[in-house]
């Protein structure tokens, strides 16, 4: 079974660039999760997505970011005019309809954004 | 306020030994649970143990168990005798059940565990 799977793993952009990232969630999983890590510090939660639809995105920053999670392929995080404080470690998790409260959410391995 | 705070920036501890991370959290919500994830070097986050809030045992998973006191507000992770492959940076995660916060993980900032030879 293929876990989440998230492209690239890593990406460097400009400041003023536009960064773009994927997430697959598992086979399944109707339920997506978009997390930031800071250098030394703990995950923290961006936006919630279910195909077509946003739940929550309370821990999103209201400009530049943005997050779909279309009927049909990856959801995508999108960052426009990336800034260096973008630079971060970003984090998708999936679940399935209806998650119990003891299932853990699965992670994918990351996307290292990086911007020069 | 901290939902979650994890005051062990870095711990050490020898090879074969237990070693005990602490975790308190705060929540007013009466349902909630309590995960742990490692996060090696190479980054990703990998799944350790689930404490329910209302489990009457404590969690356990192979060599980890979780030390759940629930009046103290504490979920602290145990490592039994440790191997050199637990050397990570290792998070406390809450989920809030009933309180419609749309089931994210609040997550602490991390110890980093350093497994000595």
């Known amino acids: 079974n293929a876990g989440v799977m998230q492209n690239p793993r890593h990406l460097v952009r400009r400041r003023g660039q536009e960064a773009r990232l994927r997430c697959s969630p598992m086979?399944?999983?109707?339920?997506v999760y978009w997390y930031r890590q800071l250098p030394e510090e703990g995950l923290k939660f961006m936006v919630y997505?279910?195909?077509?639809?946003?739940?929550?995105e309370s821990g999103m920053p209201k400009e530049r970011f943005s997050a779909e999670f279309p009927k049909e392929g990856p959801s995508i995080l999108r960052i426009q005019q990336v800034v260096r404080g973008d630079s971060a470690a970003y984090f998708c998790?999936?679940?399935?309809?209806?998650?119990?409260?003891?299932?853990?959410?699965?992670f994918g391995d990351g996307t290292r954004l990086s911007i020069l | 306020a901290q939902k979650i705070t994890q005051t062990q920036p870095g711990m050490f501890v020898q090879e074969k030994e237990a070693v005990t991370l602490d975790c308190t959290y705060d929540?007013?919500?009466?349902?909630?649970?309590l995960f742990w994830y490692k996060q090696p070097s190479s980054g990703e986050m990998i799944f350790l143990i689930y404490q329910g809030s209302y489990d009457q045992q404590n969690a356990t998973e192979g060599r980890y168990s979780l030390n759940f006191q629930k009046a103290r507000k504490s979920a602290n992770l145990v490592i039994s005798a440790s191997q050199l492959g637990d050397s990570a940076m290792y998070f406390c995660a809450m989920r809030e059940i009933s309180s419609g916060s749309a089931r994210q993980l609040t997550f602490g900032s991390g110890t980093q565990l350093t497994v000595l030879p």
């Open positions: 997505l279910q195909k077509e639809n946003i739940i929550d």
């Open positions: 086979k399944g999983h109707s339920h």
């Open positions: 929540t007013s919500d009466p349902s909630y649970g």
């Open positions: 998790a999936s679940s399935p309809l209806g998650q119990g409260a003891n299932q853990p959410q699965h």
